[in-house]
């Protein structure tokens, strides 16, 4: 119960907090999406529907199959663009030498508690005691399912740096990690770890991990950006959660084109079209960005929504194919690399809905990026 508490994280105070007053996204004592959110709290009915209703296929009858990894695996630092998907939106990159973490989530459940959310459909494929050394960790927002307590308390020893959007510092410093290790950013800051450059990227969605400190932190994408071994410039954009925004199309303006993208597909819902993407929208923000190849995230581990577990991939498939847009499709544990993009469905087929049958279409948007929704 106390560990449960602690979960909860803390709100922003002090420097930290007049920090975050000043950015240009924090506004009447919150931070703010470039586009109001018209439908990001779902009513009762939804809610209900979550928690007893839904697909047929919500979860999967077996564990989804996984690529067990051990320290041999990441014996070396790979200095070309390599991405290990771990589930979720967790996954480790390599680029320039430097060794990345995203959104870290070990934990068993995506929730303050080990009794009660969401459970994992698979066991992380590398144990959190065999990660190799990294250089830096990555937190995209403070929702569970992206920061998750038992994880970062684990590695707080363990990392030497943990950039993080305004605000979230708070959580982490409470939990153990030391102040002189975290960087806050704002949207469009950037940091550089080692060769590699970093960016914050607009997102559009919220924050919070309870009932009193809803949008208290900011959330963010990252854009990545180094050099192989050859030298050749290689780019890699994360969303992070999010729905569709117009803010898309300046991240690819100003740093893109991006050799290989990474959005989130999963947990859409008609009631969350403000906050989530949904498959065909992913496929939007991969065009805006600039995008060669696709890779999603966002599904396959947790149980966050209404549809089957394989339909955002089926989905996505859909949409992405007429456009001819290489979509890798790794199973958890496996390695990503330009030169190696595995593609070959690997999930069991299933019944799904289609973007017709279960449309989800963020509000507010213009016709420039409304067009580009397959």
């Excluded at 937190?139 to 030497?160: E, M, Q």
Aim: with cysteine; net charge negative.
């Amino acid at each position: 119960m106390i560990d449960a508490w602690k979960a909860l994280g803390t709100k922003p105070a002090g420097s930290r907090l007049a920090r975050l007053e000043a950015s240009p996204q924090y506004r009447d004592g919150r931070f703010v999406n470039v586009l109001p959110q018209g439908n990001a709290a779902p009513s009762l009915g939804t809610m209900r529907e979550f928690f007893f209703g839904g697909s047929d296929h919500r979860t999967p009858a077996a564990p989804p199959p996984t690529v067990a990894l051990t320290p041999a695996d990441f014996a070396t630092v790979s200095d070309s663009l390599r991405v290990t998907w771990l589930g979720h939106s967790t996954f480790i990159v390599e680029l320039d030498g430097v060794r990345l973490l995203i959104d870290p989530v070990w934990g068993e459940r995506v929730s303050p508690s080990s009794m009660i959310g969401s459970r994992r459909f698979h066991a992380p494929p590398l144990p959190l005691d065999a990660l190799p050394p990294v250089d830096a960790v990555l937190i995209s927002h403070d929702h569970y399912d992206h920061l998750d307590f038992p994880t970062i308390r684990a590695l707080a020893d363990r990392v030497p740096r943990f950039l993080v959007p305004l605000g979230i510092g708070a959580h982490l410093e409470y939990w153990g990690v030391d102040p002189a290790r975290i960087d806050e950013v704002d949207w469009w800051d950037e940091k550089m770890v080692g060769g590699v450059r970093l960016v914050s990227t607009p997102a559009r969605h919220f924050s919070g991990r309870f009932v009193n400190d809803r949008d208290a932190t900011l959330w963010t994408g990252w854009a990545m950006l180094g050099r192989n071994g050859a030298g050749v410039e290689q780019r890699l954009f994360y969303s992070g959660d999010t729905a569709l925004t117009p803010s898309f199309a300046e991240v690819g303006e100003r740093l893109g084109p991006f050799d290989l993208t990474l959005i989130e597909i999963g947990a859409y819902n008609a009631a969350w079209s403000d906050v989530h993407l949904g498959p065909e929208q992913a496929v939007a923000v991969h065009r805006m960005v600039r995008g060669t190849v696709m890779m999603p995230v966002h599904w396959c581990t947790f149980d966050l929504s209404l549809h089957g577990w394989t339909e955002p991939v089926e989905r996505l498939r859909a949409a992405a194919g007429p456009l001819g847009i290489p979509v890798a499709l790794p199973r958890p544990g496996e390695h990503v690399t330009l030169d190696a993009v595995p593609t070959t469905p690997w999930w069991p087929t299933l019944p799904w809905d289609s973007a017709s049958e279960a449309p989800a279409v963020s509000t507010g948007l213009p016709d420039e990026v409304r067009v580009l929704v397959p």
